[in-house]
């Protein structure tokens, strides 16, 4: 009878972790998204001007390192569906979590992985260097840190940052210059922190949307759009 009751206790502990987990919806398949080599321009080459106007945006973002901009630099790595929820939250006057808005986790989770997909094989084939492995410094997350990551064009956590601000946008319009202010804050975030320059996030905004414009051609979006609007505006009342 204990080993029973054991059994349950474990399936039923099974079922809550399971239920504080969004659900992956695969949109587009990855073979069918935009691919960034085919339309994005290319990073700037060292020494062009262009490449100097990344440098000195670098440095001059450096200097918020130190401040309270520079701490939610350092939060803004994070790339779960819980701290989208609770960043886009403050934009969107709500208290989210993956229990309490299940549908749109569900809708962030699925927009996100799909969106980073149309730029895995840009950022291969251009194998940029990013800017603390160009001028050799420190950032303030080391441990996200690679001496071979040369992935910086485009910003992967840019075109997340700015697929979710396009996406909550069409969930809650009402907030939409707050969502789209702190897709971009995000986004400039990865600058701050030294693991991308600004054409970087450039290139990612372009491809996010993109990616964007590709998913609202799937019914299968248009039904997890529904299903987050219809959760968000039920949990209003």
């Avoid at 998204?33 to 700037?44: A, D, R, S, Y």
């Avoid at 084939?125 to 064009?153: C, K, L, M, N």
């Avoid at 320059?197 to 964007?212: G, P, R």
Wanted: glycine share 4%.
């Amino acid at each position: 009878m204990k080993k029973i009751c054991l059994v349950f206790a474990s399936m039923l502990l099974a079922s809550l972790s399971l239920s504080a987990q969004a659900v992956l919806h695969e949109i587009v398949k990855t073979e069918d998204m935009p691919n960034g080599v085919n339309f994005l321009p290319g990073p700037p080459e060292v020494g062009s001007a262009a490449f100097y106007a990344d440098m000195f945006r670098y440095y001059d973002t450096k200097k918020l390192r130190d401040t309270e901009r520079g701490e939610q630099a350092i939060k803004d790595a994070q790339l779960s569906v819980e701290f989208y929820l609770e960043r886009f939250g403050k934009a969107m006057h709500r208290e989210m979590t993956v229990d309490t808005y299940p549908a749109l986790s569900s809708y962030i989770y699925s927009v996100y992985k799909c969106a980073r997909n149309s730029i895995i094989e840009a950022k291969d084939h251009y194998a940029r260097v990013r800017p603390y492995q160009q001028f050799g410094e420190p950032t303030p997350i080391p441990e996200d840190e690679g001496p071979t990551d040369y992935t910086s064009y485009p910003s992967g956590h840019t075109v997340r940052a700015w697929v979710l601000a396009l996406a909550l946008t069409a969930v809650d319009p009402e907030h939409q210059d707050e969502i789209l202010k702190t897709g971009l804050d995000m986004a400039e975030s990865r600058i701050i922190a030294g693991f991308h320059y600004q054409s970087d996030i450039d290139a990612a905004c372009l491809a996010a949307s993109a990616a964007f414009a590709r998913m609202v051609a799937e019914p299968l979006f248009m039904e997890l759009l529904s299903a987050a609007q219809a959760e968000f505006r039920s949990a209003a009342k």
